[in-house]
């Protein structure tokens, strides 16, 4: 499709709960980024990949966090033993030509309660 | 360390009137600028970009101003209209393949 999808839209998860979150990329876009954004302030990057494979994590915290992007399968982004301060809206992009021109998902809000 | 500062957190202007959005960076790697719009409870949109071989790029009612020397980008917006009230974020990236860095957004409000 033209858009870039995520779902769900809303996530609530009580700490120490998995949260799992999902992204289709535009069809025929190589890259796919994931950033936080915390109090609808400044995004923070946390992952990319080309194709399938991990091309940058350099955002990624070590412990919790993962993130695949399997052929004919929505990307996901996991988070286990979700803490209070992982809240956040998590956006999806996905792009043709890496660092240039993303596309942007709404994005899903997760609460940790 | 913010490589990306817009130090407008918001912004007023009637309508009509030319909205100017300043964006600051320190890498002197960045050599692609955009800016991007976001709605409430939205994704941020794609709004208008610049490469550092230019300094000027025109869209419409939207203008992006490069100064390299000074670090120093800016979007103008004129006439400004209400549909345009937003945050704007200003972003940046040092090659094709590295992500986007994000300014924390100037929040636009065009008054009727």
């Known amino acids: 499709g033209e858009e870039v999808a995520q779902t769900p839209k809303h996530l609530v998860r009580g700490e120490g709960q998995k949260a799992k979150l999902y992204c289709a990329p535009i069809?025929?876009?190589?890259?796919v980024f994931w950033y936080q954004q915390v109090l609808k302030n400044e995004f923070k990057f946390l992952i990319s990949?080309?194709?399938?494979?991990?091309?940058?994590e350099t955002g990624m915290p070590k412990e919790r966090f993962s993130a695949k992007c399997l052929p004919n399968s929505p990307c996901s982004l996991e988070i286990q033993a979700t803490k209070l301060e992982d809240s956040a809206v998590y956006f999806c992009?996905?792009?043709?030509?890496?660092?240039?021109?993303?596309?942007f998902g709404s994005g899903t809000r997760l609460t940790v309660v | 360390d913010q490589q990306v500062k817009q130090n407008s957190p918001s912004l007023s202007v009637q309508e009509g009137r030319i909205s100017i959005l300043n964006c600051d960076y320190t890498?002197?790697?960045?050599?692609?600028f955009l800016w991007y719009k976001k709605y409430p409870a939205e994704g941020p949109t794609f709004l208008i970009s610049?490469?550092?071989?230019?300094d000027k790029n025109e869209d419409g009612r939207f203008t992006v101003f490069l100064n390299k020397s000074a670090k120093h980008l800016s979007l103008h917006i004129v006439p400004s209209q209400p549909g345009d009230s937003a945050v704007y974020f200003c972003?940046?990236?040092?090659?094709?393949?590295?992500?986007?860095?994000f300014g924390k957004g100037t929040r636009l409000s065009v008054i009727a």
């Open positions: 992009a996905s792009s043709q030509l890496g660092g240039r021109g993303y596309t």
């Open positions: 069809k025929g876009h190589s890259y």
């Open positions: 990949f080309q194709n399938e494979n991990v091309f940058d």
């Open positions: 890498n002197s790697m960045f050599d692609y």
């Open positions: 610049i490469s550092s071989i230019k």
């Open positions: 972003a940046a990236s040092d090659s094709g393949n590295t992500p986007l860095v």
